[in-house]
């Protein structure tokens, strides 16, 4: 099957999208995964049955006809998406990179998709995926064709202008507090409860730090590194060397990203609790794997 509207990625971003447009419009789209022909191919063919979009066995066969693309893969595979999908692109068609990379990493993919005749956007998803779906903010930079598209899907975006990388430095750079704020509630209450002051230190800091509620931050930012780790460490990575091109070291970022792999190698993933069920999870998980030498 050949369809305008293809997805290359189609994990939990491009099936969210895809279910927030939802059926009789996504019944003629088109996916392509790598994880198709892995252990979670399983995994695609569900999420392509539940939003009705097709579900394709190579890249050249989810570009054939296809007039717009979102490329949704993970932070370090963007380049190689853009690479592996060049040759396969139809002339003329635009490609919405929604990728949390660099905006080196961006301005690389452009050159690709661009040399081979299509039409590159520089496109940064602001917020969680869930539970905005298609209506997540969204901040574009690019040429300004691209923009009926996202009109007529019902986008909630932003245009920031035509310069590729301009919207993925406001993404970059805004994860080193983003995401560096939950790496440092990962290091400073995995501590308090091994000292015993759990509870001491949410209080102090609720106490010096209002209005935040401590416990609903430190429970949803625990969460988040359980759940998307791995994807929130390669973005970390980007952003360290997006940090690094503008003359920093990036140790921060760094850092941050060292505890988000940390977090992630745990697989932890889709487990519920209040902040203190978290922090024993996380513990026993780290014991286990400290005992079994990974």
């Known amino acids: 099957m050949a369809a305008e509207t293809a997805f290359i990625g189609f994990g939990e971003a491009g099936s969210a999208v895809a279910s927030g447009w939802g059926r009789p419009a996504t019944e003629e789209m088109i996916a392509y995964d790598l994880k198709i022909h892995g252990d979670e191919a399983d995994a695609i063919l569900q999420a392509g049955a539940e939003t009705g979009v097709a579900i394709a066995e190579t890249p050249a066969e989810a570009l054939a006809e296809a007039r717009h693309v979102l490329c949704l893969v993970t932070a370090d595979q963007a380049v190689a998406a853009a690479r ?47 539970p905005g779906l298609h209506r997540t903010a969204l901040l574009i930079a690019g040429p300004a064709e691209a923009l009926p598209f996202l009109d007529e899907m019902g986008m909630n975006y932003r245009y920031r202008g035509a310069e590729i990388g301009s919207a993925s430095a406001v993404k970059m750079i805004r994860s080193v507090m983003v995401k560096g704020i939950e790496a440092l509630s990962a290091e400073c209450f995995i501590a308090a409860e091994r000292a015993g002051v759990l509870d001491d230190v949410l209080d102090s800091l609720q106490a010096s730090a209002p209005p935040s509620d401590w416990r609903e931050r430190a429970e949803y930012n625990l969460e988040r590194m359980m759940q998307h780790g791995l994807r929130r460490a390669a973005e970390m990575r980007e952003v360290t060397a997006t940090v690094a091109a503008l003359g920093l070291d990036g140790s921060m970022a760094g850092a941050t990203a060292d505890w988000q792999q940390r977090i992630g190698d745990l697989e932890l993933r889709g487990l519920d609790g209040d902040v203190r069920e978290r922090l024993v999870m996380i513990e026993e998980a780290l014991c286990s794997s400290a005992i079994s030498g990974t």
Not at 114 to 121: H, L, N, R
């Open 84 to 130: 592996s999908a060049a040759p396969h692109l139809a002339s003329g068609a635009i490609w919405y990179d929604g990728n949390s990379c660099a905006p080196d990493s961006k301005r690389e993919a452009a050159a690709l998709i661009e040399g081979a005749g299509g039409t590159y956007v520089d496109m940064a998803i602001m917020a969680p995926i869930h």
